[in-house]
């Protein structure tokens, strides 16, 4: 996992939205949305709950 992804999983457990990260990171909510297909398939979850363990 890259760097970037992993703080968007912080971001993501910390309860933010992808706007949110996208605000913070300087990305398109969009963009935070490809990233987390990414983080989900390199963890192997299906959503966003799967990042809260």
């Known amino acids: 996992m890259t760097a970037q992804e992993a703080q968007i999983v912080r971001m993501v457990r910390e309860g933010l939205s992808n ?3 996208g605000a913070r990171l ?3 909510p969009r963009t935070v949305e490809w ?3 990414r983080i989900y398939d390199k963890l192997n979850v299906t959503s966003r709950r799967g990042l809260q363990s």
Do not use: D, M
Request: charged letters at 10%.
């Open 19 to 21: 706007a949110e990260i």
């Open 26 to 28: 300087f990305l398109s």
């Open 35 to 37: 990233h987390l297909g």
